[in-house]
């Protein structure tokens, strides 16, 4: 008897919610299509792929595709930059787009605020190839502004910039903050505009002093924009950016080591080698690892805060 | 309601009927042609070549009675061939003929991505086996079958520093006594001192600086034949006295601003680094026509010392092939277009310098030729006229003004005279070491252009390299070599 009931209190939640899930499914149709029909590819990382046999009619090859991603540093090395880029990028972003909201927030004058807001955004416009010919502009070892200009005058002998590795962690960090920060900054102003200034008059009358108010009720009211873009870029962890890491290092074959993320991993696999199974081994070890990354960063969310965790 | 369904319904009728009508004409439409397309994919060195569609018009109106078939010619740029070719073949477009070169041509043959082509070439291309003969075309050979065949060319190849001669002179540098590297580093040092901005060799990233050297590559450097091929030892290339001398040389180069500063970043090609005036010369393959064909892609004259001796093998023989891809309608069409560009004159004529009057124009009939029309030069052309030696048999057609009436002659003389690599004819199969292989070639990437070039200091570099070559398993793709080296050479002795 209780059981029916529930069924038919089921029922009727269904039929009530039936046109929202109608709604829906031009969205889920196309998230089919587009992004779990292709799952089916990943069946060439384990082929022995031949063009003229096509996918299913090529031979199996088992896990024999993905030695050669463990038979050198690679795969250690693409994994670890990739994850400790994506980190640093999280940390970063998050930090100094805040201070960046914060200090924007406090300017009185609406048309510097708007200068401001438009100058911090417009890198985030540049195409890559741009940008990485921006940077090139400054460490081009024959007629860069930091050899030819400032090292010159200094007298120090110029260096050849995209040949030396330790450098570039910092680097790729500082043209991604560069690049990413004033968009950033724009989704946490908003956030910050939203506040309610009766808050901050309270907290006038009390006495309260500047960094009482950002610690007290700036931050606070931060936190939940502030853990949902941290949980998308988690969920985005074993991405990369492709153009900063490609085209800003232009590909430099010495700066591999630091500047090789997955998906250029992948790229260069498929354009220089032009083994298809092995360019989608390497994928699969891609998707197997974000996944496993993303199941591991939901479990700390929902240790830290339930209400915040994605499922 | 009724009526909305009655709307439907017609709407529904009149898409099908539509597309019903559209496709009969398409077919009707091919059967009073049928005419087949192909689709050619060849690639060129950068320069204008505005009048390809012309020239493609025009190739297609000689074809058309023919072969009954028209063509689409398509011209990749050079640096990005490799990368469009494996686009195409994955994206399974239609490709009917396409330029190939040595190690694409075996990765591709490898993952089944080409046809094979001995049937075809009995029934279709007989004429290609007549003009390159059966053991040139024994080099394409991939397990056993054709899967390509070379164009008509310098099939052999020397190494050489070219020059350009005007700066040469005007800086009175002496390189025209020079023979050897050592030779060529005093001219540098005389042209450092003079204009400090000149490099004296110059490159990009897509290439390697050496490129090949006194060694045979056995398709891809990782276990090489060292002397030219003297000895049937597969030997790491890597690790050889020539090697490391070699760079540690460049390096030294590098060092002193011999070699164009920006070289690991850079990807302009030489036609346009030279037209900043600030480049002296090169590194290359050479042949009798070399001079002048590099005169004609550099814009300036063009001169060279030759620093290896001309020499023959599997590798440089595939250089340059033509290949069906698998993913041809029409290979029997392809293959009767291949045929025509062995031996049909016009065609090769119209393919390698454009259209006559437009292109160039006859400077002396009896000799067969021809220059540039009055008021254009290497500059101002708008055809490419630079990749002719990929065009099939270019032998046959008409000899470009300031070659030697009789180059012709002297690239048959060459090709015969030519060292021979002991190991010529022989394709290497890496199916079984094909792990070993992208390994290494992921290794490879990371520092070879560095080396060679001589932005890497080779002290630091070089045993770095060698190590992970070494992890990447570079010891099993030469044992690999050798135990495949020695099955074809008892094969061959029989």
């Known amino acids: ?311 | 309601m009724k009526m909305r369904k009655l709307t439907v319904w017609t709407m529904a009728a009149c898409v099908t009927a539509s597309t019903l009508a559209a496709a009969g004409f398409a077919q009707s439409g091919k059967a009073e042609e049928e005419t087949a397309h192909l689709e050619l994919y060849a690639m060129s060195f950068g320069g204008n070549n505005d009048s390809l569609e012309k020239v493609n018009q025009a190739v297609n109106d000689y074809i058309k009675p023919l072969i009954h078939a028209d063509v689409k010619l398509n011209i990749v740029n050079y640096g990005s061939y490799a990368q469009q070719v494996n686009l195409m073949m994955s994206g399974s477009e239609p490709v009917d003929l396409m330029l190939s070169t040595g190690p694409l041509t075996s990765n591709l043959a490898g993952q089944g991505a080409l046809t094979e082509l001995d049937e075809l070439l009995e029934n279709y291309g007989g004429d290609i086996v007549e003009v390159m003969g059966e053991d040139v075309l024994a080099s394409c050979r991939y397990g056993g079958e054709v899967y390509a065949v070379p164009t008509n060319r310098d099939l052999a190849r020397s190494v050489c520093y070219y020059y350009r001669d005007d700066i040469n002179q005007e800086l009175g540098l002496g390189l025209e006594n020079a023979k050897t590297l050592e030779d060529i580093e005093k001219c540098f040092e005389i042209m450092h001192e003079k204009d400090p901005d000149m490099a004296g060799i110059a490159g990009n990233n897509t290439q390697s600086l050496m490129g090949a050297w006194n060694w045979d590559a056995i398709s891809n450097n990782y276990g090489v034949l060292l002397n030219l091929g003297e000895e049937l030892k597969v030997e790491n290339l890597y690790e050889s006295e020539d090697y490391i001398k070699m760079v540690k040389l460049m390096h030294e180069w590098y060092q002193k601003g011999y070699i164009f500063q920006e070289i690991t970043t850079s990807t302009v090609s030489n036609p346009d680094l030279f037209a900043t005036g600030k480049m002296l010369g090169f590194f290359a393959n050479g042949n009798p026509t070399s001079d002048n064909s590099q005169s004609q892609m550099l814009g300036g004259p063009i001169k060279h010392i030759e620093l290896v001796e001309p020499y023959m093998s599997s590798t440089t023989v595939q250089t340059a092939c033509w290949t069906i891809p698998h993913n041809s309608e029409n290979p029997e069409k392809a293959m009767e277009l291949l045929n025509l560009m062995y031996t049909d004159p016009v065609l090769v004529n119209l393919l390698c310098y454009g259209i006559e009057g437009e292109n160039y124009v006859v400077k002396d009939a009896e000799n067969g030729i021809i220059g540039y029309p009055d008021g254009q030069n290497s500059q101002t052309k708008t055809y490419d006229n630079t990749i002719g030696w990929t065009w099939g048999n270019m032998l046959i057609g008409y000899t470009w003004e300031g070659d030697d009436p009789d180059v012709h002659a002297q690239m048959i003389e060459f090709n015969n005279s030519a060292k021979r690599s002991k190991a010529l004819g022989f394709t290497f199969d890496p199916t079984n070491v094909q792990n070993e292989t992208t390994a290494c070639a992921n290794v490879a990437a990371k520092y070879t252009i560095g080396i060679e070039s001589g932005a890497l200091d080779p002290d630091e570099a070089l045993p770095k390299f060698q190590e992970e070559l070494k992890s990447a398993g570079i010891d099993q793709i030469i044992e690999e070599k050798q135990r495949q080296l020695d099955e074809w050479a008892a094969a061959n002795a029989e």
């Open chain 1, 1 to 311: 008897m209780h059981t029916t009931t529930h069924k038919k209190a089921n029922r009727k939640k269904m039929r009530r919610y039936l046109p929202i899930y109608f709604m829906a499914l031009p969205a889920l149709i196309y998230i089919f299509i587009n992004n779990y029909i292709p799952m089916g590819g990943m069946v060439i990382a384990f082929k022995n792929y031949k063009f003229n046999k096509g996918i299913w009619g090529s031979d199996w090859a088992g896990f024999k595709n993905f030695e050669f991603l463990f038979r050198t540093k690679d795969a250690w090395l693409i994994t670890r930059n990739t994850l400790l880029y994506n980190l640093a990028f999280i940390v970063l972003d998050t930090v100094i787009a805040i201070a960046l909201a914060i200090l924007l927030n406090e300017i009185r004058s609406k048309r510097c605020k708007k200068f401001y807001q438009t100058v911090l955004l417009l890198p985030y416009l540049l195409s890559m190839v741009i940008v990485s010919y921006l940077v090139y502009g400054f460490l081009s070892p024959d007629q860069g502004f930091v050899n030819k200009t400032i090292l010159s005058s200094l007298g120090l002998q110029g260096q050849n910039w995209y040949a030396k590795p330790e450098i570039w962690p910092f680097l790729i960090v500082f043209v991604h903050l560069w690049v990413i920060v004033g968009y950033n900054s724009v989704i946490y102003l908003s956030t910050l505009v939203g506040i309610d200034k009766s808050y901050y008059e309270a907290a006038d009358v009390d006495g309260a002093t500047m960094w009482q108010k950002i610690r007290y009720i700036t931050l606070p009211n931060l936190k939940p924009t502030v853990i949902t873009l941290c949980l998308l870029s988690i969920g985005r962890i074993f991405y990369s950016d492709f153009g900063l890491f490609y085209q800003v290092p232009l590909n430099s074959g010495t700066l591999y080591d630091v500047t090789s993320t997955i998906d250029t991993y992948v790229y260069r696999g498929l354009m220089q080698s032009s083994n298809v199974s092995m360019s989608s081994a390497a994928g699969v070890y891609q998707s197997l690892v974000g996944f496993v990354l993303v199941l591991f960063a939901n479990w700390v969310v929902n240790k830290i805060s339930k209400e915040n965790a994605l499922f």
